[in-house]
């Protein structure tokens, strides 16, 4: 199970978002949960800055021109995608909200509960 986040370091909603997933992501890592944090439109500078600030760490990919975002159809930023068992877009959650955290794992949970 895949989870990708696509991101700014300028949006808040974002950066109250991304340590929420982390934590979750990180929790279901022995399950097989992976995550993949993928900047949209900014330079390795820019990301490397803001993560040097931060008390979590995480793998980043760096979708400079938007064109991964543009794929998964992201129009407006946090944009998380599930990636399912079978390589399918299982789920998908647009902004952030206080219960981000416990969404986030039970559809998780659903995911890697379902048999395939």
Known sequence: VVVLDFWATWCGPCRRGLPVIVEVTSALRDRGVVFYSVNQR????????????????????????????????????????????????????????????????EKLNEILDESH
């Open 42 to 105: 900014e330079t390795n500078e820019q990301v490397t800055e803001f993560l040097g600030k931060q008390e979590y760490t995480m793998n980043v990919l760096m979708d400079r021109e938007g064109k991964v975002g543009d794929l998964f159809g992201v129009s407006g930023i946090p944009h998380t995608v599930i990636i399912g068992k079978d390589g399918k877009i299982a789920d998908v959650h647009v902004g952030f909200a206080p219960g981000l955290k416990e969404e986030l794992t």
